[in-house]
Structure formats: C-alpha cells, structure tokens
C-alpha cells in the first residue's frame, strides 16, 4: 500500500471520527446547551511579499512596517524582510547585495526589523537594482502586520509617487486597469515565498474578448524569487484598456501591476476584490481632474451596473453615466471626467436587476498637461474586523471612509511615531450613502512617520482608502492605497475532545 493510499485512508478515518462527533454530540430538544460559536484570535504567523520598487536608477524607496497591538496576541516572535532572490528556505538571502539604502540584501541583513508593536519600523533603499522582498513575521508581530512599500521617481517613465501594500500569496488575482497601448510601460510583478516552484499563467481580455497571448502560459517562478513579466511582450495588440487575469496552476505567488505612463506619471495597480455583484471604489481624491472606470465580468452572461457616487452628502447618479453595460469576457472602461467636482467621493457599482460577477478598478488623474500624475483605486472589500495602513506623515496622508449602504461608527487610531510621539485615537460618524476625508489624528509630538488602524464600532459595512501626497517639480504626485480587512485574527471553531467516538 503506498503513501498516498494510506494517507487517503488516514484523512477519511479522520474526516469520518469528526463527522460522528458532530452527529452524536447534537442538542437534545429538551433543551440542552447550543455548540459554542467559533472565537477569533489573533493570526501567529504572516508572509507578506513586496515586488521591486522601481527599474529607475533615480528611484528612492521607503519601506515601513506596523503591527497593531491586538489583544490575546502572543508575546515574543519577530518580523524580517528581507530580499526574494536567492532566498533559502532558513530565511536567509543567499548573498545578493542591493544598491544603496540599509540592508538592500546582504546575507542575514534584513531591510527592516521593528522592536516592538505598536510602533512603526523603517528601511530604505535606491536605484534599480533594489529587489523584491519576503517578510514573515510570528508571535505577536504576526497579527495585522502591514508593511508599506512607497517609492519617488524624480524624472522619466512613470515619474512620481508609487505606493503599494506588500500583500501574501494567493492563486487567483484580477487586474482591470492594466494597458500595453503605446507610451504605456505594463510589468506584472510574481512573487514566489516558498521552497518550490510555482507555474502561472497571465490571461488579458481586452475589448473585444480574450487577447492572444500564447507567451504567457505556464510561466514558471522559481522558489524564493520573483519576476517581472511585461505585459506588452506577451501580445502584439495594443489596448488601452486590459484585464490581467494571473492563475497559479501549481504553488503560490504575490502579485501586482507595475504601470508606468511616459507622460503621466504611473503607480502600482493592486489586484482587484474578486468578482461580485455589487462593488466599491473608495477615495477618489477630491481634485482629480480625470477618471477612467474600467470594469470586466468573467462569467458567460452580460453585467448591468447601476453607477453611483458616495459624496459628503449623499448616494448621487453622475450625470450622463447612470449605468454601465459590461459584455461577457471583455473589458468595459468610461470616462468619467472630473466626476468628484471638489468633494470626496466614492464609486458604487450595483446590479441593476441581475446580479453578474465583476471585477472593477478606476484609474486617477491629478494635475493637467504636462504636469499629470496618475493613480489607481481597485474595487475593494470592507475594511471588516480592522484595516490598517502604515507609511503616513504629518501632511500629505488623506483618510477617506465610506458607508454606502447605512450609517456606520468608525474608531481611527494613530500609532505611535517610527522615531516618537504619542498614540491619539478619533470616532467618526459616517451617514448612509456618504463618503468623508477625515480630519486625520496626528500622534502628539510626532518624530517620523506613523500608522492607522480603522476599526468599525457599529452599523453597515465601511470601505476605506488612504492617499498619500507630495507636490514633486510642480506635479501632483500621489499614491492610493484601499483598506480591507488586515487579517489580524482568524475564526477558530471550539472543539471538544471525546475519544469515546472512536468506540462507537
């Protein structure tokens, strides 16, 4: 009998044991005590990826890290990041050094170690041959740990201010709002944090349907590595509007689209929520000057959206866009113009009588001629439990909450300053159908950068984003990133053990 055999036969006696628990451990109806509800604690181990910064021999990159203090996490354990190639399986990075900043990649150096939660930690790095990085954190470092990768081009391709969210590793990720149209420079970025090799493939679906791109199957990325595919070597159509669709056939990878504009600027582009019905589009600043939606379904029927933003004020439909037709399996994208007119919004996409699965993303626009910078906003999932976004500053962080189906409570927390200061919490009342920029809370005495956390305290369900600012040679830059859940805890089923069932 071989492993497989036994280990099939190990899990179904397995399987079998807990499935009579629960038939011979029900409620009696007379009365008798209802099973305990699953309890949430704190997560005791996250890997969190961040692709390379920049190819930009001018690029100067930030990286900074936060883990909230979470009640019943455990004490001690760490967090590391450090460099993705060559990385072996002890954590170590095999020896490749980067260019510049602290801990760029030496042996057993890593970019950044935080201290202690509650307060933020910080590397940095320069130029173009910064690497991606692999971070793993345990013990109580692990719950909610956020890191920020936040990068200043000064001139060139893609010039301004990209920011992204190192995420973990999953096998499904979609990208609406990719391009491979000229002056456009797509690269998706695959991030690989484990001992084997992991085989992807890219899909894009463009206006008219599926975009041959026979290059981009069966992809492979090597342990501990990552790859940046771009994406006009995969076809030779030249589309504006692109939805990247990355599968992993074997393994796990990070993923992210690094889109970069010749003339306006660029920034990273963060997979989208995955497909639903409904979806929200938080923070459009309130000076954008153009936005672009772009939207796909990937299912075989036809999407019907009723299109609404979220203002100060109120759910309003903008006008000459009430709706969005998106046809199966092809990218749908609307300019929407300068749609905020001078107030903070939101985007709301609903079904207008089916309910179709769709992905969806905006693309941002600040500043006009030649001083344009560009950012993007993915459809995103509720800010849950608690969200969390680290890298903010004094001036230049904007904090828009959004309550599109009912009035909520929100509770914002600064954390403590990277070189100083004192933690300060605030409680926000959102009304239904309304988007707020929040007067930010600042920590007292302030050194360095600091954190957010965003916690609902009542009501329906808030999305939120963060955007950073900074004015570079008269443009606009900025950078968007949303805030869903930071998946701090995770749902443990309570259980009991009886081994009489094994007699039964």
Aim: proline residues 7%; negative net charge; aromatic residues 4%.
């Amino acid at each position: 009998m071989n492993r497989t055999t036994l280990s099939l036969i190990a899990g179904t006696a397995a399987l079998a044991a807990v499935t009579a628990f629960a038939a011979f451990d029900a409620p009696s109806a007379s009365g008798a005590a209802a099973p305990r509800a699953a309890a949430r604690l704190p997560v005791e181990r996250t890997t969190l990826l961040c692709p390379a910064p920049s190819m930009s021999d001018i690029a100067d990159t930030a990286y900074t890290s936060f883990t909230p203090v979470t009640k019943a996490a455990g004490s001690g354990g760490k967090a590391r990041l450090q460099a993705a190639a060559g990385q072996s399986a002890d954590g170590t990075d095999g020896g490749r050094k980067g260019k510049g900043g602290k801990g760029t990649g030496k042996k057993d150096e890593p970019v950044l170690t935080p201290k202690a939660p509650g307060t933020p930690a910080t590397g940095e790095t320069s130029g173009a041959e910064a690497p991606a990085l692999v971070g793993t954190a345990d013990g109580g470092f692990a719950s909610g740990w956020t890191v920020q990768e936040t990068t200043e081009v000064a001139a060139g391709t893609g010039r301004g201010l990209l920011g992204v969210n190192c995420t973990g590793a999953d096998t499904e990720f979609w990208f609406p709002g990719a391009s491979t149209a000229t002056g456009r420079t797509d690269y998706v970025h695959l991030t690989n944090p484990d001992d084997s090799a992991a085989v992807v493939d890219i899909e894009l679906y463009g206006k008219d349907g599926p975009v041959k791109s026979p290059l981009g199957e069966n992809l492979t990325v090597k342990p501990h590595a990552s790859e940046p595919i771009l994406l006009s070597t995969l076809t030779d159509e030249r589309q504006t509007d692109l939805t990247v669709h990355v599968s992993v056939r074997s393994g796990r990878v990070g993923a992210a689209v690094q889109a970069l504009d010749d003339k306006a600027g660029g920034d990273w582009l963060a997979a989208a929520a995955d497909p639903a019905g409904s979806q929200v589009l938080p923070g459009i600043p309130k000076d954008a000057t153009a936005v672009r939606l772009i939207a796909f379904t990937p299912g075989d029927d036809d999407a019907d959206l009723k299109i609404r933003l979220a203002t100060p004020s109120g759910l309003i439909t903008p006008a000459g866009h009430e709706t969005l037709h998106v046809k199966s399996g092809m990218t749908t994208a609307v300019d929407l113009g300068d749609v905020t007119r001078g107030a903070a919004g939101s985007l709301f996409l609903t079904p207008t009588d089916q309910s179709v699965p769709v992905v969806a993303a905006l693309q941002v626009v600040r500043g006009k001629g030649a001083g344009k910078e560009t950012a993007f906003i993915p459809a995103t999932a509720a800010v849950g439990a608690r969200a969390t976004s680290a890298d903010n500053s004094a001036k230049g962080t904007t904090l828009a909450l959004t309550a599109p189906t009912g009035a909520a409570t929100v509770k914002v927390t600064a954390s403590a300053g990277s070189e100083g200061g004192t933690p300060v919490t605030k409680t926000y009342t959102l009304k239904a159908g309304t988007t707020q920029n929040v007067d930010v809370p600042v920590p007292a005495g302030l050194k360095g950068t600091y954190a957010l956390t965003v916690e609902p305290v009542s009501g329906a369900p808030v999305y939120a984003s963060r955007t950073l600012a900074a004015t570079e040679g008269g443009v606009p830059a900025f950078t968007v990133q949303t805030l869903p859940d930071d998946r701090g805890t995770v749902s443990v089923p309570a259980t009991e053990q009886d081994l009489s069932i094994l007699q039964k």
